[in-house]
């Protein structure tokens, strides 16, 4: 076979080769339809990929860890997004049909030849959202390429949403990484954000005053001043009229200075100060009718051959000697040192007794006026008390616990107890004063020390509204005269409280025997109830007492109406009536005189 011969058939070959391997890797498919036939449904391939295109890219200084998106890029920085070769811009988009699953995998960074870009070609990939139930071709501009995008260029701060709804992108204005950093979470101070942006402080040691509160000291102060005028009609012991206006002021201002130390401890010093002015007793009780002692049944103790008075520890009242009245008066009702925890307040001081501190006392709306346990009297003649004030305002040590075992047992139980070497003390409505041996006139009384005093209480809230509490106290005190008619004190006293709505119900009951061995005991009751449905309220209240040691008997009852004119200020009206049975001397007998009086009274009361 000659040269051109041969030449031609391996030409020939060649060709017929080469056209069977574009055959082959295009696809029957792809040859054009005869003319005027229509197209058959065939299946999709993906079409071949586009010549590997040249790219240089441009040479730059890697950025530093920490990227303010903010501030200016610097002048060698690539641009934000790729942008296609012109070469390439020419070209026909590819067919963008749904993808059929079976390409490769592109999620992990794909290395690219040097000098060379090859975009992705898996719509399918890492990060890609799918909107609908599909996933837009990775040309389409609804496809978001997501941190596996390989592009160095690439900048996830922003991207073109092509008019389609998508998730919020975070950016240098917005979202935990604002301004380049990772404001918070897990990746705070990473390798996002570089180091941290918010401000570190070392902690500081605290002194030694700051740990045990002296850093900073806490001033508290409280208080009211409540006055009241009433007509007063009354009767005279000789049967005229006593008519009279009565002028009745009480106030008081207590202030305390606390600190507060690291472990929550809160310990300081108080001081209560207590002024009256009530024209007709000083303190409660006082001269009660007219029995002279060593005459009749009058209680009488004879102290160097010559017959005193007696007057019992509780009631305070005596019949005999000069009554012991100042318009007006003021004392140190408190003055203690205080320590309170999450065990109990203690005191140590001048103070309450916890007798006095868990008696009850009856609801009331008005300012100043009561039946029992009466700061001040219009009338004179109140001599109930359901207080047991078994030490008053003595020097003394208290501990108060705090209310236990409301979530065990469904309600709340408070313990008191106290203990007071002296019972000697003058408050502004209480005095107990020392006998005074040299002076006639002046009754006796029993002169108690060691006084122990106890306390409780329980309370309970009921889903419907309804609040029940109850008091118990006790107190006992030593007798120090060494006189056979005086005694040990055991006084005891109980007390309940009921609310529901509008309503509110109070009873107590006091017992004593007065610190007197014989028959001399004094025993009080008191009731009263209120309906305040709003700023104004209704009260009605009433007490009896007797005291036997110097047989005297009364009985009070107050009805009054209160408008609350502000939180701090009320105002107050309505009418007492008091009366007393006290023993009299008539000729050589002793007999009973029945002394009373009625008061219309208007009182305002303010607190702070």
């Not at 009749?296 to 305070?316: E, I």
């Not at 040590?397 to 469904?410: A, H, K």
């Not at 106890?454 to 120090?480: K, M, P, Q």
């Amino acid at each position: 076979m000659s040269t051109r011969l041969t030449f031609f058939v391996s030409t020939a070959l060649v060709s017929l080769g080469l056209a069977g391997v574009s055959i082959a890797q295009s696809g029957p498919f792809d040859a054009p339809p005869p003319p005027g036939t229509a197209p058959k449904a065939r299946p999709y391939s993906p079409p071949p990929a586009p010549a590997p295109q040249p790219y240089s890219a441009p040479s730059y200084s890697p950025p530093p860890a920490y990227s303010d998106y903010n501030a200016p890029a610097p002048a060698n920085t690539p641009p934000p997004a790729y942008q296609q070769p012109a070469a390439q811009a020419s070209q026909p988009a590819p067919y963008s049909a749904p993808y059929t699953a079976g390409a490769p995998d592109y999620s992990a960074p794909q290395p690219a030849p040097a000098g060379a870009y090859y975009p992705p070609s898996d719509p399918a990939l890492a990060g890609g959202i799918q909107y609908g139930g599909m996933t837009p071709p990775r040309n389409s501009p609804q496809f978001y390429r997501g941190p596996a995008f390989t592009d160095p260029n690439y900048n996830p701060g922003s991207y073109d949403t092509g008019g389609s709804a998508r998730p919020p992108v975070y950016s240098a204005q917005s979202g935990p990484r604002q301004g380049g950093t990772v404001q918070g979470g897990p990746m705070a101070g990473g390798p996002y954000g570089g180091p941290q942006t918010r401000p570190q402080t070392a902690p500081q040691k605290r002194s030694f005053l700051d740990r045990i509160g002296l850093g900073k000291l806490r001033l508290k102060t409280d208080g009211f001043l409540r006055a009241g005028n009433a007509f007063v009609s009354g009767v005279r012991n000789d049967g005229t009229d006593n008519d009279r206006n009565e002028l009745v002021v009480d106030g008081m201002i207590r202030s305390e200075v606390s600190a507060i130390t690291a472990g929550g401890l809160e310990y300081g010093v108080s001081l209560k100060l207590r002024g009256q002015r009530d024209r007709l007793r000083e303190g409660f009780g006082g001269l009660a009718g007219d029995c002279p002692p060593g005459f009749g049944d009058c209680a009488t103790l004879v102290v160097a051959g010559t017959p005193r008075a007696l007057n019992g520890h509780t009631g305070q009242l005596y019949n005999f000697g000069f009554n012991e009245t100042s318009e007006q008066d003021l004392q140190l009702e408190g003055a203690h040192l205080f320590l309170r925890s999450a065990y109990g307040d203690i005191t140590l001081g001048r103070d309450d007794g916890s007798a006095a501190l868990f008696s009850g006392s009856v609801p009331s709306t008005l300012p100043l006026a009561r039946a029992s346990n009466a700061r001040t009297d219009y009338t004179g003649l109140d001599m109930t008390k359901t207080l047991n004030d078994a030490s008053g305002f003595a020097e003394k040590i208290t501990y108060t616990s705090p209310r236990l075992l409301g979530d065990q047992i469904g309600f709340g139980v408070q313990l008191g107890v106290s203990y007071a070497p002296k019972t000697e003390v003058c408050g502004a409505d209480y005095c107990v004063r020392g006998n005074d041996l040299s002076d006639p006139f002046s009754p006796l009384s029993p002169s108690l020390e060691d006084a122990v005093e106890l306390g409780l209480a329980i309370d309970r809230t009921f889903n419907s509204g309804l609040s029940v509490e109850g008091t118990l106290n006790y107190a006992t005190a030593r007798e120090a005269t060494g006189f056979a008619v005086f005694d040990d004190l055991q006084s005891w006293g109980t007390g309940l409280n009921i609310g529901w709505g509008d309503f509110e119900f109070g009873t107590n009951y006091l017992s004593s025997n007065n610190g007197i061995a014989d028959d001399g005991d004094y025993a009080a009751f008191d009731a009263g109830l209120t309906w305040k449905p709003a700023a104004w309220g209704i009260s009605l209240g009433y007490g009896q007492s007797k005291d036997d040691l110097a047989k005297a008997e009364g009985r009070s009852v107050v009805l009054g109406g209160s408008y609350d004119w502000t939180e701090s200020f009320t105002l107050g009206t309505g009418l007492q009536y008091s009366e007393r049975d006290v023993p009299i001397q008539n000729g050589p007998l002793v007999d009973s005189r029945t002394d009373d009086a009625i008061a219309l009274f208007i009182e305002g009361g303010f607190k702070f």
